[in-house]
């Protein structure tokens, strides 16, 4: 019998009883490396319109409603989408669902970019813009969440996130410094007007170009074939929304994503518009500044993610989500008071050194306690959450920018932010989620399905 890639819905036999680290798959390094540099140099293109994008808005209106309908344009259509992404995600190949969202994320640029060389360059369109880039990323979020563990050997997985992560925030580093050279230079030549973003909107369809070429040659077996399975599309969705709603560790990790992203996230992209605001420099040190404010964050995150892939490898997963989420309200507090731009750019790298600590430990809970055929669709609820709670809290602080201050509003926030993270840890079932995480780090290679009945047992525990 010729071993060739697994296709089928039931997993590896030797898989499911927890394979030791010595039977690790072969050639997995040198797909990860693969996977993460193909995601790395797609993601630094749409990083770099982004920034752009925002700063445009930013500079242009300096008003908090166009950010809040940014914000909605730029998130809510993920929300949507990936309620079917996730389902996508569990009943396809996940390599070719990256590929497809990432070339009609291009295919939106490149269309964008010929339209702006006309003339034609009202604010709509590039809200239309930023709602199918969106949508494409509720295909992809979810894809590229799941395939990760897939590729991964469960001992090597924060290790990979991490380095993920790291990766990531190195291109965060360099895309707002690309992007403050190529915007400075296209807005000198193009007075300022929309028409700036045309060589940032081909630098992006480039790298997606090139992205896509590497996932290509990367060997990616399917997890179910979709025609191998006897329930439709609403049937897998409903059995997720089962899943999640009746998955106790699973909820309350979306819960605190929820509130993370409403009471931190939400407010802290209004920075850029407090920075316009309250340490004018004029246009053209203020896109400088814009930059700054980005690397500053970028260069926090960088450095955050090696922290986490190396020295806070092994450290409790819970223990650096729960400080970390403390650590957002005391730093949106400090970004609030900052007294001058050096102050506020400090901040700023802190918050991001603080993200890593959030972000990598969440994501490897949920892909150690969630078994991989549910991967996609709890990924997909995860996008749905944040793409919901990013545009709601905008919906809220973006108009009162208008009205109060920005420093008002964060100083608010990481107040409120405080407050609420201490009550979902200390209610009984922060309580129960802290407990459950703690046994799910006594398993090194087990199956993912044992874990995820250890952690649920340990929640339904009401003597915790």
Known sequence: MVDGPRDEASPDPAASHGVSAEHDPPHWLKKVVLFLSGQTVSLFGSMVVQFAVFWYLTITYQSGWIMMLAAVFGFLPQAVVSIFG?????RHNRKFLIMGADSAIALTTLALALI????????????????IRSAGAGIQMPAVSALIPQITPKRNLIR???INGSIQSAMALLAPAAAGAIYAWASAEAGGSAASLIPIFFVDVATAVIGVGILAFIPVPTIRRAADTHTGYFADLADGVRYVAHHAFVRWVLVLFAIIFVLTVAPSNLTPLMLVRSFPAGEEQDVINLAVLEVAFSVGMMLGGILVASFFAKRSRIGLIVGSSLVFGILAIGLGLSPNIWVFFAFMFLVG???PFFATPSMTLLQETVEPERQGRVFGFLGIVMAVAMPLGMVVFGPLADVVSIETLLVASGIITFIVVGAAIWLPAGKRAIAAARAASQFD???PAVVAQTVEAVMNDDEL
């Open 353 to 355: 050194l603080a993200v």
């Open 86 to 90: 996730g389902v996508w995600a569990d």
């Open 160 to 162: 990979v996130n991490g």
């Open 116 to 131: 702006m060389m006309t003339g034609y360059d009202d604010v709509w369109l590039i809200y239309a813009a930023l709602a």
């Open 445 to 447: 290679s087990a199956d």
